[in-house]
């Protein structure tokens, strides 16, 4: 059941959100307002790569939210057993660890494209190579 967990949460949720987040628009929220433009399709020039009006936003947030929760999910899984500090334990290399910091910048910058598809990218990445070195540790 963990490896299911494992794979459900750290590959297929955020390849989900890769999807997602690309048809995700941004930079709406000082012109012309984030009523106006999900209230009426405005057109391209919103950093996404279609907008499909406020029924597609609806839909984005239903299934990016319990998504988001299964990434929470896969985090926790990277980190079972690991008291304070991932790299300190030796259960992270350096590179994943730089890939861990770096999608979480990522994603706080933003969750919109590009920044949201990318983030989820180096997660993946940071998962795989995790999931690989403890394999061939064993």
């Known amino acids: 059941m963990k490896q299911i967990l494992w794979w459900l949460c750290l590959l ?6 890769i999807g997602l987040e690309l048809f995700h628009p941004a930079s709406f929220t000082a012109h012309p307002g984030m009523y106006q ?3 009426h399709y405005l ?7 279609g907008y499909f009006g406020p029924t597609w936003w609806f839909v984005l ?3 990016q939210t319990p ?3 299964l990434v929470a999910v896969g985090l926790w899984l990277m980190v079972d057993d690991v008291a304070l500090s991932l790299r300190l334990s030796r259960r992270v290399g350096w590179g994943p660890a730089a890939l861990m910091i770096a999608f979480g910048w990522m994603l ?3 969750h919109a494209s590009p920044h949201g ?3 989820f990218s180096l997660l993946i990445v940071a998962a795989a190579w995790t999931w690989w ?3 061939h540790e064993a």
């Open 12 to 17: 297929v949720a955020p390849l989900v959100l």
């Open 133 to 135: 070195s403890r394999r």
């Open 67 to 69: 998504t988001v929760g």
């Open 117 to 119: 598809p990318i983030a």
């Open 37 to 39: 433009f999900l209230s």
């Open 108 to 110: 706080q910058t933003a």
């Open 61 to 63: 947030h239903m299934i």
């Open 43 to 49: 057109g391209p020039g919103h950093d996404a790569l």
